[in-house]
């Protein structure tokens, strides 16, 4: 496939019969600096009739308006740490044309060389972010929207996006967006109720030279999708509630303790190797003073880890599973929050310790643990640019060994999607175990 760009120019924010805001600089909180120094994208596929690119743009415009920070710059200030310059610096968007109709032959997966060409460049990039416009033959339309992680997380993302389409079809953005990023202060004096390093930082000394994690085995790395239907899920749930008693667990909690011992079991490890599952949990609703509405514009994410060793997960039934990783969840709690903030905004400057996102940005090889990823709860399918929702919705990710995603699926039949990437001979064996309920 030959994707051909057409144009390539700034889109900045459409204010209309109101003044220009001035310039001015937002600090980033301490949620911002945990987070990756990256460009995150996603991809959505549309079927025609599809909107005009000039109406797409017009929205874009609008939206930017109320969401000045996606149309700023990144920079450092004086102190060295990183800031966000509201300079209406706009957003990158790019059209293009590919040589080939859009049909179902067509792999969204990253492995696949053609998707690539539907990506703007996620590397040195200096816009906060981009939009790519890929028309076909048959009239179908991608587009890929990618932005910075240290500026907004992906719930904050898929609420620009669907106040995005909301300005597409000229329907009032609402609720409006939350962007108070100083809401996060410390407490004075501090509290450190829960020691953070080792945990969310990590002292400076441990950041490793760039190529650390060049690994020959990084090109045998395969990202896969599999389907879960809503019967599938139903068993797992179910026997994952008779182990505790009948109690019922979240759908994230019992796909990945089916996951994390299928992962497990394909990894063949020996069974005295400890496994983990890092878990990114949404803080919006677990902080209470202050209250973070859900409409909270930035990241407000921390990772919960749960631990076992690969003798007793195996040996155990999934339901075991499933309530190590309820409890992980459980433990980022408000008093966890505030101790992090607390430990974030002092012992973390007086130790001369860095985000572990610093000191893991080139890790690529996660086994024996696996990140869980879920855009579950995420309104990523409400991208309604005029013409009707996208057919289907694919993140972008970089093929890290033991990086897996749950979304659900487009069919609106509550079966769920499953991204995982492994090493080709892991992923052969597990093929063999995923839908096992042994």
């Keep these: 496939m030959k994707v051909t760009i057409q144009s390539s120019k700034l889109v900045k924010p459409f204010y209309g019969s109101i003044p220009t805001p001035p310039t001015d600089t937002i600090p980033t909180s301490i949620f911002d600096k945990m987070t ?5 994208a996603v991809l959505y596929a549309y079927r025609p009739p599809t909107p005009s690119n000039a109406a797409i743009e017009l929205g874009l415009g609008k939206v930017l308006a109320e969401y000045r920070h996606v149309a700023g710059r990144l920079s450092t200030n004086d102190a060295g740490e990183i800031v966000i310059i509201r300079n ?14 859009l049909d179902e032959s067509f792999s ?12 703007p460049e996620l590397h040195g990039v200096e816009e906060i972010a981009q939009v790519q416009i890929t028309r076909f033959s048959c009239g179908s339309m991608v587009l890929c929207f990618s932005s910075h992680h240290m500026v907004l997380d992906a719930y904050a993302s898929s609420n620009f996006l669907a106040a995005w389409g909301k300005a597409c079809r000229n329907i009032e953005i609402s609720p409006l967006s939350f962007q108070n990023r100083d809401i996060f202060r410390p407490r004075d004096p501090p509290v450190f109720e829960f020691d953070h390093k080792g945990v969310e930082f990590m002292p400076r000394s441990m950041i490793p030279p760039h190529g650390y994690y060049v ?27 008779a182990f505790n008693n009948m109690r019922n667990f979240s759908t994230f909690e019992s796909l990945y303790a089916h996951l994390w011992r299928t992962v497990t079991k394909a990894r063949r490890l020996d069974g005295s190797v400890s496994t983990r599952v890092r878990i990114p949990v949404d803080c919006r609703n677990r902080l209470k003073n202050p209250k973070v509405p859900n409409e909270f514009f930035g990241n407000m994410i921390l990772w919960a880890y ?5 003798h007793e997960l195996l040996h155990e039934p ?9 409890e992980a969840v459980v433990s980022i709690d408000e008093t966890y929050i505030k101790s992090f903030i607390d430990f974030g905004h002092y012992k973390a400057k007086s130790e001369d310790l860095v985000p572990n996102t610093v000191v893991e940005a080139e890790k690529m090889i996660l086994s024996p643990d696996i990140d869980a990823g879920s855009w579950l709860r995420l309104p990523f ?19 890290i060994e033991g990086d897996t995603y ?20 892991d992923m052969k064996e597990f093929k063999n175990v995923v839908y096992s309920l042994e």
């Design 88 to 101: 209406d610096g706009g957003v990158r968007f790019i059209e293009a044309i590919a040589d080939r109709n």
């Design 215 to 241: 690994d020959d085995r990084l090109k045998e790395i395969r990202a896969e999708k599999f389907l879960f239907t809503a019967d599938f899920i139903s068993k797992i749930k179910s026997k994952v509630s």
């Design 381 to 399: 399918h409400d991208l309604d640019l005029g013409n009707g929702a996208p057919y289907t919705f694919s993140p972008c990710f970089s093929p």
């Design 36 to 40: 990756w120094n990256m460009h995150v």
């Design 318 to 326: 999934v339901g075991y599973a499933a309530k190590l990783l309820h």
């Design 406 to 425: 749950l979304l659900p699926s487009f069919a609106n039949d509550g079966s769920i999607e499953i991204y995982i990437s492994l090493f080709n001979e």
């Design 306 to 310: 749960a631990k076992a060793k690969v």
């Design 108 to 119: 969204f997966m990253p492995h696949e060389p053609a998707v690539h060409s539907l990506y």
